[in-house]
């Protein structure tokens, strides 16, 4: 400190792996219970505050859940400072409310029946304590506003209350009574004073008018815009922009930019689809907007590149401002090589300066200003490729594996088979490699994960790092089960937290 020299702090280490631990599970299983088909999860999302969880399954539905450990309920901060327990807890969730999103279809023009499966959920800005989200399935993305109303109920009514309905009109009759024109009736028990009201000997002493003496809220959720007819082929991504006024929707061929207040009309960015489909190659598989440029979007295609575009350079972005791919190793090509290449998903970092992409067999993590390769690679399950085979006999190869960042940027993570999931760290010098279980007991399949050396993300020399494997098994040295798969996860915007869908099973982990 003398003469003005400061203290350089020495470089921290890389922070330590987390210790997963099993949270909450919503919808378990029972030993040998069947799943049905339209329970399975579909698409899961954590709001930007991280209070709001939604989850939507191919039966159309969605399911809100929100975060009940950070209300205090009413109990001041000091007499919880006196209590024995932390303030800061990990994040609880109760279920909050569900609604039908989406029925099945008919396109008759096409011949073609449209799922209701939900393919994708996006939160949008919340305004005046509603809560906001486009839901979409293989065609007509759909705005819903969810909303707690109040259900008032009368009560001090002269009139006996079980004769008496919700809004002050009499209780009829169940059966059908015959009627003249004009509202008549033949039996004149059933004219206008009908004798279904009783009144009391010597009539009433005196009329009492009905008060309001509760009022119940309800959630409601409400349809406000459907955007539909736009999309000849299956929608498979919804984001919305940082602006809070328009998102985009992909399909196979195409990306449309909508503006949440105008649901009949659309305009196309992007058109890859070529003037003779035969001379078609590549789809794109997946798109995004940049977390904090309004006029920056990626999008991913089925050969595993990554385009970044600029809304500002035209009005139709078929030329990209940045294209980011990893050339292919010489001498490793073979029949599956570009099917294993296609990417599936692809995830912004929070501060938008890294892309985290998945493929087949890897994660990818790409920096934005670097355009020649990824900057790290995760080995997800290489053990996988001797049975590549088998997997494409049985059509794995095409299962569309999702991807997440934490929110501070540090670790990534993506689920695999056997209900199994990897969370890896990304920070300078980490070796972080976790293999988990989606079931109450998550680390019932780790296994110690040899340290190799990496290198920081600055670093042009790209990380590879696999993590325990073993051929063919997992870390127990069971055969792997194909059909038991973790597609979607989501990770806590600011908390080290995670949500994984197993079939109807959502699962919540923190460490």
Not at 247 to 252: M, T
Not at 330 to 353: L, N, Q, V, Y
Not at 430 to 450: D, G, H, Y
Request: contains cysteine; aromatic residues 8%; hydrophobic residues 35%.
């Amino acid at each position: 400190m003398n003469g003005g020299d400061e203290v350089v702090a020495a470089p921290a280490g890389p922070p330590q792996p987390l210790d997963w631990k099993f949270s909450q599970v919503f919808g378990e299983r029972t030993a040998g219970e069947e799943v049905q088909e339209v329970d399975i999860i579909s698409a899961i999302e954590f709001d930007k505050t991280g209070d709001h969880l939604a989850t939507g399954d191919r039966g159309g539905r969605v399911v809100l859940f929100e975060r009940t450990d950070t209300k205090d309920h009413g109990v001041s901060r000091r007499d919880l400072e006196r209590t024995e327990y932390p303030i800061s807890r990990h994040p609880e969730f109760r279920y909050k409310t569900e609604f039908q999103s989406h029925e099945p279809e008919f396109d008759y023009l096409k011949s073609l029946e449209i799922e209701e499966k939900i393919n994708k959920i996006r939160w949008c800005q919340a305004a005046n304590g509603a809560l906001f989200l486009l839901s979409t399935n293989d065609k007509t993305i759909k705005f819903w506003k969810v909303q707690e109303k109040k259900v008032k109920k009368i009560s001090d009514l002269n009139l006996d209350p079980s004769k008496a309905v919700g809004n002050g009109s009499i209780a009829s009759s169940s059966t059908p009574k015959p009627c003249l024109a004009n509202g008549g009736s033949p039996d004149k028990s059933h004219n206008y004073l009908s004798n279904d009201i009783s009144f009391p000997p010597g009539g009433l002493p005196s009329l009492r008018l009905p008060v309001v003496t509760s009022q119940e809220t309800n959630l409601v959720a409400r349809c406000r815009r459907v955007y539909a007819h736009a999309h000849d082929y299956h929608i498979n991504s919804v984001s919305n922009n940082s602006d809070g006024e328009t998102f985009i929707s992909a399909d196979d061929l195409r990306i449309n930019l909508w503006n949440l207040e105008i649901s009949n009309q659309s305009f196309n960015i992007v058109d890859v689809k070529p003037a003779n489909m035969e001379d078609l190659t590549e789809v794109i598989t997946s798109a995004e907007f940049h977390p904090t440029h309004c006029n920056m979007l990626a999008y991913s295609s089925s050969k595993g590149s990554i385009r970044l575009i600029d809304l500002r350079q035209s009005a139709l972005c078929d030329s990209h401002a940045k294209l980011f791919e990893e050339p292919e190793a010489p001498g490793s090509r073979s029949f599956f090589t570009e099917i294993i290449a296609s990417i599936s998903d692809i995830k912004f970092a929070k501060d938008g300066r890294y892309i985290l992409s998945r493929d087949y067999m890897t994660l990818k993590l790409w920096d934005i200003n670097m355009d020649s390769g990824p900057v790290a690679t995760f080995q997800v399950h290489e053990y996988l490729r001797p049975k590549l085979c088998d997997l494409y006999e049985n059509d794995s190869i095409f299962d569309k594996f999702e991807c997440c960042l934490s929110g501070d940027g540090l670790r990534v993570a993506t689920g695999s088979y056997s209900n199994l999931f990897r969370v890896f760290g990304c920070a300078r010098g980490s070796i972080e490699a976790t293999t988990l279980e989606a079931s109450k007991n998550p680390m019932r399949r780790q296994v110690q994960t040899p340290s190799r050396p990496s290198r920081s993300l600055s670093s042009i020399t790209r990380v590879v790092r696999r993590g325990a494997e073993t051929p063919g098994v997992d870390a127990n040295g069971n055969s792997f089960d194909f059909t038991t798969k973790l597609l979607h996860l989501a990770w806590h915007p600011t908390e080290n937290s995670i949500a994984c869908a197993a079939a109807n099973s959502l699962y919540m982990y923190y460490a």
